[in-house]
């Protein structure tokens, strides 16, 4: 078993963002900028954009963060959106999920300008990416592929079960993990309504999870030598723990990892390189790689 280290593969690749960051400023060229909205204050939310700040640092990049308190109103933030689409500063954002119940969360991401859009969240991202255009990817998905490249993992023709269907995370793997030009795999998604679940994942050579449901995959669904996934970030209550709890995968880590050839651990896995892959799409938007 081999354990998929997205820490030390994140440092890798932010070190060459920052290399060629450097190149750029040299000839003339300015500093790509990362903004991040931040409404309320979510654990959870805090530490990620406190940890996209720090990885700004990391690559030799300006950022900006922006506040708001949970009353902020929708109008208020669509505002704050079309100022950040008009700022040449600014070549890539992002609004930081979960918004507040009174906001409208897919309003507020049409709003963003697709240009900008780091996230891959907007519809033109989201539908050029299901036809195989250029484009920004959804980072968590991006982050995978890259470990999966980077582990040199065969994904051509392997049978991969994705679990979830989020727009977030499962939709956007399972047609990443569909493409020629990335998984070239067949693909099966799952969720809390398939049937025959066991049975579906006993025959994945890949297994991605994304369910955000604690040690939900467990031994008997894995088969000897597959290779798994682990997207699950859940706060468990933990009193031995500093802060309280701790962060813990969809997999049952303990007991799958014996039967893996690969398995991603939480934290540690996938989490690092989906901020790594938000460097990747900010330092491609500076460069406008995918739009002109």
Known sequence: MTL???????????????????QMVARGEKRPHLAAVLVGHDGGSETYVKNKVIACEQCGFKSSLIRYEDDVTEKE?????????NDPDVDGFIIQLPLPKHIDEQKIIMAIDYRKDVDGFHPINVGRMAIGLPCFISATPLGILTLLRHYNI??????????GRSNIVGKPMAQLMLQKNYGDATVTVCHSHSANLKDECREA?????????PDFVTADMVKPGAVVI???????????????????????FDEV??????????????????????????LAAAKHEYYE
């Open 4 to 22: 998929i280290d997205g820490k030390a593969t994140a440092t890798a690749v932010k070190a060459e963002i920052a290399q060629e960051v450097e």
């Open 77 to 85: 933030l669509l505002e704050c959106v079309d100022k950040l689409n």
């Open 154 to 163: 065969s994904t051509r023709g392997k049978k991969c079960v994705v679990l």
């Open 205 to 213: 050579d890949i297994i991605i999870a994304a369910v955000g449901r």
């Open 230 to 252: 682990d997207v699950g970030t859940t706060r468990v209550s933990d009193a031995t723990k500093k802060k309280g709890f701790r962060l813990n995968g969809d997999v049952k």
């Open 257 to 282: 990892a014996p039967k893996c050839s690969f398995i991603t651990p939480v934290p540690g896995g996938v989490g690092p390189m989906t901020i790594c892959s938000l460097m990747k799409n900010t």
